[in-house]
């Protein structure tokens, strides 16, 4: 069964470890994800963009496979399923179709309407008792080929946010979405620990997870992040051992072109990236 983030956040924020929410894409994904969880015994949260709902054929077509799967593979852990970066729109559609949780993303509007919109989308998932995540300060990254820098939230904004009723709160301090550039200036915590402190107890998300050093994840989870994003990362061990499958050339020999053969060691390599997530996340055993 799905749950809401919300206990499962809460618990990880008192025993100071986060829960990874490892982006799905298709059915190899999610299976990777959630058969990873369960050996690990950990809390799991799957998130979808507007775009990989999109992919999958809609919210409903999601809901209805990550739920098969949950029962199908006898997952016991708690398994979240959360919309990631959700339009107004999207959100709404979310909730309707059986998702667990959704992110209302409105940091691309002004602090005014970001306000008024998140709190209509906390009426509406209140109702149904789906979490809800708000975002302050837009978390940058690479579009059609140009880096942003991230922004860095104002705590003040993070605060007023935070007391609309929001479930849990991602406050851009310099992360960005994809690979980080030779120059980033790394996590700004002096920030993070400002927001922790007017914010507290809210869970925070560290948005951006791919190749953000160990230790920095470390300190961050210190100073009050209990959820954090990850997406290139697995896309990218993905497509590493699918490209040394082909090059070597097995899906040449025999039946090596079945895609249960040709998307295995993709299959294989996310759930080392999502076992390695959770150790240094710390949610292994949490469950
Ligand atoms: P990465 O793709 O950088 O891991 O970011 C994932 C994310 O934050 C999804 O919201």
Redesign the pocket.
Known sequence: MLVNAKEALKKAKEGKYAIG?F?INNLEWTKAILLTAEECNSPVIL?V?EGAGKYMCGYKTVAAMVNGMVDELNITVPVILHL??GSYEGAKKAIEAGFSSV?FDGSHYGIEENIEKTKEIIALANAKGISVEAEVGA?G?EEDGVVGSGEVADPAECKQIADLGVDILAAGIG?????YPENWAGLNFDVLAEIEKITSPMPLV??????IPADMIKKAISLGVSKI?????C?LSFAEATRKYIEAGKDLEGKGFDPRKLLAPGFEAIKVTVKEKMELFGSINKA
């Open positions: 929410q982006n998130g963009s990631d970066h992110m978390i990254g992360n960005i979405h994809g690979k560290l948005h951006g997870g791919t190749g994003n990850v997406n290139t990362e896309q």
